[in-house]
């Protein structure tokens, strides 16, 4: 039997349940505070219901839904780091480039003393 080349899968990221497993601790918080800040408003403030079942677990229900479609989202079909990119354009300027010395003549000086 010939031998064949082997591509390495090591760099690929590791997808469970559709979500690369660096998302599941997310979606896994957000499931936990979804049932679990409600669950404390019903104990301890009002126990409020809808079609006889506790308000914590449809805010449970729906945190936890939201957050695995939001991830779920982000990553597929689109190339890595798309979202961290996306948000990066938002907030930064899309001009970079070193200080310029007209840069520095129209910056007042706070440090000089004026006489």
Do not use: N
């Not at 082997?6 to 499931?31: E, M």
């Not at 729906?62 to 961290?84: D, E, L, N, V």
Request: charged content about 20%; some cysteine.
């Amino acid at each position: 039997m010939r031998m064949r080349p082997v591509r390495s899968r090591i760099f690929l990221p590791v997808i469970r349940l559709g979500l690369v497993s660096d998302d599941w601790k997310w979606v896994c918080a957000i499931a936990f505070l979804g049932f679990f800040l409600p669950f404390l408003f019903w104990k301890y403030v009002s126990p409020v219901s809808f079609l006889r079942v506790p308000i914590h677990f449809w805010f449970g229900l729906i945190a936890s839904s939201s957050s695995y479609g939001f991830f779920f989202w982000i990553r597929t079909g689109r190339k890595p780091h798309w979202f961290q990119h996306s948000l990066r354009t938002l907030v930064e300027s899309p001009v970079r480039r070193r200080a310029l010395p007209a840069d520095w003549g129209a910056r007042p000086r706070f440090w000089m003393k004026e006489r």
